[in-house]
C-alpha cells in the first residue's frame, strides 16, 4: 500500500476522502462494465501462467505458517460503527484466476490475503491482513514490545485484542516505528491506552521531521493520485481491485501520530528493551527517508522493515514523491546480508516472513540484485543517450531473478523504476528541444486530431487497433481524441474499453487500479472530494511546516501588489513567527520581525484549526482565548489569499 509518507500523507488524506460515496461510485463502475477479456487479453494471462514458476509454492506454507486464529468478527469498526476493515473481503481468491486477472497477480493476492494471528518463533508474533502493514508482538519479560502499529487505531487495536484473545492480557512495554510511512505509525493511538506509563517510543533519526512534513506541501495533489494507485474508489473483486501489492489495502480509520520519544542514528546501536536485546541498522534514504532494519541477536531473528518484500517495491511511487535512490537501497541489502549474517528467521513491515539462513540470504542477495540491476543498467543505458522512456521499453530482468516471485512487479515495476532512475539522475527533460516547451494537452490533443483527419478518424484508427488487441496503442489516439474534446463520448468508452483489457492483462496491481479508476471515471464517475488534513496530522506540524503549506496555498493574483506583515505568538509553544507578503510571495520566519500590521496572540492548535480545518476563530477571540492586537481586518486579509485544494481534479479528461 508504497507515502513515501504512504504512501504517506497522500494516502491520509485519501483514505480519509473515500469512506463515504465510494459506494455509488463502485456501483456506477460496475453497471457499466463493456467488454469481456478479449482473445488478446486471455492469450496475454495464458502466456504469463506458463512463464511464471508456479510450481515454487514456498510463498504459500511461508505465508500459512504458525498460524493462531483470527477474528471470530470479520468487521473491524470505528467508535460510529462505519467499517474499517473486512477480514472476507478478497475471500474470492481462492477459487481459480479468472480471464480478467493476471494469473500471477492473482496467486500473489491468494498468499498476501491470508489474515490472523502468525507464529514466527518463540518470542515474536505478526497480526497480518488487518491493515495494508503487518504489526508484530514481540514477547518481552513483563509486556510487548510493538513494532509498526499499522495505519488506524481501530486495526491495530483489534490486533492487540486478537493477541490478547491468544496470549493473555500484557501491556504494551515499548513501540517502534521502523520508518516514517504513516502505515507503520498511524495506529499507534489504539494500543497506547495499553502502554506502561512512559512508555519508550523508538524510531529511525529523522523520523517525525520525514512522517509530518514529506507529503504535507503536495499532500492534496498526493491524495487525489492515491486515489488512482490503490483504486480506493474501485469495487473489490475480480473485474475490480485486486489489492495493492504490498497489502491488500489501506485501512480509513483514525490516523494520528504519537511522537517518538528516542531515535536511533547509527548501525550497529544495541539496546534492551523490556529484557530483550536489540540490534539496529540505521537505512536513511532507502524506502523511506527515516527507515531502519532491526536485529534480535540473541534469537536470530532479522526484521528487515520495508527494505525487503514480498514484491518488487517502487522508486518513485505513482502517487508521486520524491525519487528514492535505487543505489542506496542495493547497499542497504548488501550491508544486511552482513548484519544479519546467520538469521534463521526473517520478517518484514509487508507480506509474509521467511524462514531457514540459506533462504534468507538467498532472497536478501537476489532481492538486493534487482534493485542494482535496474540502477545500474539504466545508468549504462541513460549514458549510451537513451531516454527513460526507450530504458523502460527495453529492460529486462535477468531470467534467475524473473523467476524469484518476491522480484515481480505487483508494487513496483521494472518499467516505472527505470524511469524513475533515470529522473533520479537527469530529471524529467530528455535533452529534445521539442520537449522544450509542449503544448498543453487540451491544445496537443486539437492539433493532433486534426491533423490525423478529426475525430472521427482517430476513433476509426482506435477501433482497428482495439480490434488487433493493440490497447496501448488505441489509448494513445483516443487520449488524444478526449483531451481535444472531452465531450466526445465515443471517444471515451473506447478509451475505458482500452484501460479495462489493460487492466485485467497487469501483473502490477497498482497499475491495474489506475487503468481501471481511468475507464470509471471515462465513463461518469465521480471521484469523492478530498478531506481536509487528517486532525491526528495536522496537529503533528511543527509551526515553520504549517506556514510552509500556506505558503504553496497563497494565490498571488489575488494578493496583486498588496504588502502585509502579521505576527504570530504561540503562548502554548512558547514560540513566534512572522510572515510577510510581498512580490506575490508568502515567507516566513522565527521571532517577531520588524513592525507588524497586526498580531495574533492563540494557542497553536487552534490556528491549525482555523486554517487547516475551517473552525471559526471569532468565537476565540470574543471569548479572549485569542486576541489581535494592531489592524483587526489583516488576518482576515491574509486567509482571503489563501486557495483551498481543488481536487478532485481531472485526470484522464481536460
Given at each position: 500500500?508504497?507515502?513515501?509518507?504512504?504512501?504517506?500523507?497522500?494516502?491520509?488524506?485519501?483514505?480519509?476522502?473515500?469512506?463515504?460515496?465510494?459506494?455509488?461510485?463502485?456501483?456506477?463502475?460496475?453497471?457499466?462494465?463493456?467488454?469481456?477479456?478479449?482473445?488478446?487479453?486471455?492469450?496475454?494471462?495464458?502466456?504469463?501462467?506458463?512463464?511464471?514458476?508456479?510450481?515454487?509454492?514456498?510463498?504459500?506454507?511461508?505465508?500459512?505458517?504458525?498460524?493462531?486464529?483470527?477474528?471470530?468478527?470479520?468487521?473491524?469498526?470505528?467508535?460510529?460503527?462505519?467499517?474499517?476493515?473486512?477480514?472476507?473481503?478478497?475471500?474470492?481468491?481462492?477459487?481459480?484466476?479468472?480471464?480478467?486477472?493476471?494469473?500471477?497477480?492473482?496467486?500473489?493476492?491468494?498468499?498476501?490475503?491470508?489474515?490472523?494471528?502468525?507464529?514466527?518463533?518463540?518470542?515474536?508474533?505478526?497480526?497480518?491482513?488487518?491493515?495494508?502493514?503487518?504489526?508484530?508482538?514481540?514477547?518481552?519479560?513483563?509486556?510487548?514490545?510493538?513494532?509498526?502499529?499499522?495505519?488506524?487505531?481501530?486495526?491495530?487495536?483489534?490486533?492487540?485484542?486478537?493477541?490478547?484473545?491468544?496470549?493473555?492480557?500484557?501491556?504494551?512495554?515499548?513501540?517502534?516505528?521502523?520508518?516514517?510511512?504513516?502505515?507503520?505509525?498511524?495506529?499507534?493511538?489504539?494500543?497506547?491506552?495499553?502502554?506502561?506509563?512512559?512508555?519508550?517510543?523508538?524510531?529511525?533519526?529523522?523520523?517525525?521531521?520525514?512522517?509530518?512534513?514529506?507529503?504535507?506541501?503536495?499532500?492534496?495533489?498526493?491524495?487525489?493520485?492515491?486515489?488512482?494507485?490503490?483504486?480506493?474508489?474501485?469495487?473489490?473483486?475480480?473485474?475490480?481491485?485486486?489489492?495493492?501489492?504490498?497489502?491488500?489495502?489501506?485501512?480509513?480509520?483514525?490516523?494520528?501520530?504519537?511522537?517518538?520519544?528516542?531515535?536511533?542514528?547509527?548501525?550497529?546501536?544495541?539496546?534492551?528493551?523490556?529484557?530483550?536485546?536489540?540490534?539496529?541498522?540505521?537505512?536513511?534514504?532507502?524506502?523511506?527517508?527515516?527507515?531502519?532494519?532491526?536485529?534480535?541477536?540473541?534469537?536470530?531473528?532479522?526484521?528487515?522493515?520495508?527494505?525487503?518484500?514480498?514484491?518488487?517495491?517502487?522508486?518513485?511511487?505513482?502517487?508521486?514523491?520524491?525519487?528514492?535512490?535505487?543505489?542506496?537501497?542495493?547497499?542497504?541489502?548488501?550491508?544486511?546480508?552482513?548484519?544479519?549474517?546467520?538469521?534463521?528467521?526473517?520478517?518484514?513491515s509487508h507480506g509474509w516472513p521467511r524462514f531457514g539462513a540459506a533462504e534468507i540470504t538467498d532472497f536478501l542477495g537476489k532481492h538486493r540484485d534487482a534493485y542494482a540491476y535496474l540502477h545500474d543498467q539504466t545508468v549504462r543505458l541513460m549514458n549510451q543517450g537513451l531516454t527513460g522512456d526507450e530504458i523502460a521499453a527495453k529492460l529486462?530482468?535477468?531470467?534467475?531473478?524473473?523467476?524469484?516471485?518476491?522480484?515481480?512487479?505487483?508494487?513496483?515495476?521494472?518499467?516505472?523504476?527505470?524511469?524513475?532512475?533515470?529522473?533520479?539522475?537527469?530529471?524529467?527533460?530528455?535533452?529534445?528541444?521539442?520537449?522544450?516547451?509542449?503544448?498543453?494537452?487540451?491544445?496537443?490533443?486539437?492539433?493532433?486530431?486534426?491533423?490525423?483527419?478529426?475525430?472521427?478518424?482517430?476513433?476509426?484508427?482506435?477501433?482497428?487497433?482495439?480490434?488487433?488487441?493493440?490497447?496501448?496503442?488505441?489509448?494513445?489516439?483516443?487520449?488524444?481524441?478526449?483531451?481535444?474534446?472531452?465531450?466526445?463520448?465515443?471517444?471515451?468508452?473506447?478509451?475505458?474499453?482500452?484501460?479495462?483489457?489493460?487492466?485485467?492483462?497487469?501483473?502490477?496491481?497498482?497499475?491495474?487500479?489506475?487503468?481501471?479508476?481511468?475507464?470509471?471515471?471515462?465513463?461518469?464517475?465521480?471521484?469523492?472530494?478530498?478531506?481536509?488534513?487528517?486532525?491526528?496530522?495536522?496537529?503533528?506540524?511543527?509551526?515553520?511546516?504549517?506556514?510552509?503549506?500556506?505558503?504553496?496555498?497563497?494565490?498571488?493574483?489575488?494578493?496583486?501588489?498588496?504588502?502585509?506583515?502579521?505576527?504570530?505568538?504561540?503562548?502554548?509553544?512558547?514560540?513566534?513567527?512572522?510572515?510577510?507578503?510581498?512580490?506575490?510571495?508568502?515567507?516566513?520566519?522565527?521571532?517577531?520581525?520588524?513592525?507588524?500590521?497586526?498580531?495574533?496572540?492563540?494557542?497553536?492548535?487552534?490556528?491549525?484549526?482555523?486554517?487547516?480545518?475551517?473552525?471559526?476563530?471569532?468565537?476565540?477571540?470574543?471569548?479572549?482565548?485569542?486576541?489581535?492586537?494592531?489592524?483587526?481586518?489583516?488576518?482576515?486579509?491574509?486567509?482571503?489569499?489563501?486557495?483551498?485544494?481543488?481536487?478532485?481534479?481531472?485526470?484522464?479528461?481536460?
Open positions: 500500500m508504497g507515502r513515501r509518507m504512504l504512501k504517506g500523507l497522500a494516502v491520509v488524506l485519501a483514505a480519509g476522502c473515500c469512506s463515504g460515496g465510494s459506494a455509488a461510485f463502485a456501483q456506477t463502475a460496475a453497471a457499466r462494465a463493456a467488454d469481456p477479456p478479449s482473445a488478446t487479453t486471455r492469450a496475454v494471462n495464458e502466456a504469463a501462467r506458463a512463464a511464471a514458476p508456479f510450481q515454487d509454492r514456498r510463498d504459500y506454507d511461508f505465508a500459512a505458517r504458525g498460524f493462531v486464529a483470527t477474528r471470530k468478527d470479520p468487521l473491524i469498526r470505528a467508535a460510529d460503527g462505519r467499517v474499517v476493515w473486512d477480514l472476507n473481503t478478497f475471500s474470492f481468491v481462492e477459487a481459480p484466476a479468472p480471464d480478467t486477472v493476471n494469473p500471477s497477480l492473482w496467486r500473489h493476492a491468494q498468499v498476501l490475503s491470508r489474515a490472523g494471528l502468525f507464529k514466527v518463533s518463540d518470542r515474536i508474533w505478526q497480526v497480518r491482513g488487518f491493515d495494508i502493514a503487518n504489526v508484530t508482538f514481540v514477547k518481552g519479560d513483563k509486556g510487548w514490545i510493538v513494532i509498526d502499529p499499522l495505519t488506524a487505531d481501530e486495526t491495530a487495536r483489534a490486533a492487540y485484542d486478537l493477541v490478547t484473545e491468544q496470549l493473555g492480557k500484557r501491556p504494551v512495554s515499548a513501540i517502534i516505528y521502523t520508518h516514517s510511512h504513516i502505515d507503520h505509525f498511524g495506529g499507534a493511538g489504539g494500543i497506547l491506552p495499553f502502554a506502561v506509563p512512559d512508555v519508550p517510543i523508538l524510531a529511525p533519526q529523522g523520523f517525525t521531521d520525514a512522517a509530518v512534513g514529506e507529503n504535507v506541501i503536495a499532500g492534496p495533489a498526493m491524495a487525489r493520485r492515491a486515489i488512482y494507485q490503490f483504486g480506493l474508489t474501485l469495487p473489490k473483486g475480480p473485474t475490480g481491485n485486486m489489492g495493492s501489492g504490498i497489502g491488500m489495502a489501506v485501512a480509513p480509520g483514525t490516523q494520528g501520530l504519537v511522537p517518538p520519544n528516542r531515535e536511533i542514528a547509527k548501525t550497529g546501536t544495541e539496546i534492551v528493551l523490556d529484557g530483550v536485546k536489540l540490534r539496529f541498522q540505521v537505512t536513511p534514504g532507502t524506502e523511506a527517508p527515516a527507515e531502519m532494519n532491526i536485529g534480535f541477536p540473541d534469537w536470530k531473528v532479522a526484521d528487515l522493515a520495508e527494505n525487503a518484500n514480498v514484491t518488487q517495491h517502487n522508486i518513485l511511487t505513482p502517487r508521486g514523491a520524491v525519487v528514492r535512490n535505487a543505489k542506496a537501497w542495493a547497499q542497504g541489502l548488501t550491508e544486511a546480508i552482513d548484519f544479519f549474517a546467520g538469521a534463521d528467521v526473517m520478517i518484514t529486462t530482468l535477468p531470467k534467475a531473478l524473473q523467476q524469484e516471485w518476491y522480484d515481480r512487479p505487483y508494487y513496483g515495476s521494472l518499467s516505472f523504476n527505470a524511469r524513475a532512475v533515470y529522473q533520479f539522475y537527469m530529471g524529467w527533460y530528455d535533452g529534445n528541444p521539442v520537449h522544450l516547451a509542449p503544448l498543453p494537452p487540451e491544445e496537443g490533443g486539437r492539433r493532433y486530431v486534426e491533423a490525423l483527419g478529426g475525430a472521427a478518424r482517430v476513433r476509426q484508427l482506435a477501433q482497428a487497433a482495439y480490434d488487433k488487441g493493440d490497447y496501448a496503442w488505441a489509448a494513445e489516439l483516443l487520449n488524444r481524441a478526449v483531451f481535444a474534446d472531452a465531450g466526445d463520448t465515443a471517444a471515451r468508452d473506447l478509451l475505458a474499453r482500452c484501460y479495462q483489457q489493460l487492466a485485467w492483462q497487469s501483473e502490477n496491481s497498482l497499475w491495474r487500479n489506475m487503468y481501471l479508476t481511468g475507464a470509471s471515471e471515462l465513463r461518469g464517475a465521480q471521484p469523492p472530494a478530498a478531506s481536509a488534513i487528517s486532525p491526528g496530522i495536522a496537529g503533528s506540524l511543527t509551526p515553520d511546516q504549517l506556514f510552509d503549506v500556506l505558503s504553496v496555498r497563497f494565490a498571488a493574483e489575488k494578493a496583486g501588489d498588496a504588502k502585509l506583515r502579521l505576527a504570530f505568538v504561540f503562548p502554548d509553544r512558547n514560540a513566534q513567527v512572522t510572515v510577510t507578503v510581498g512580490n506575490g510571495v508568502l515567507v516566513h520566519r522565527p521571532g517577531v520581525v520588524g513592525t507588524p500590521d497586526a498580531t495574533l496572540t492563540i494557542k497553536y492548535a487552534d490556528l491549525v484549526a482555523a486554517l487547516l480545518r475551517g473552525q471559526p476563530l471569532a468565537p476565540k477571540i470574543a471569548s479572549g482565548e485569542a486576541r489581535i492586537e494592531g489592524q483587526m481586518a489583516a488576518f482576515a486579509q491574509l486567509v482571503s489569499w489563501i486557495d483551498k485544494p481543488t481536487p478532485p481534479f481531472a485526470i484522464v479528461t481536460p
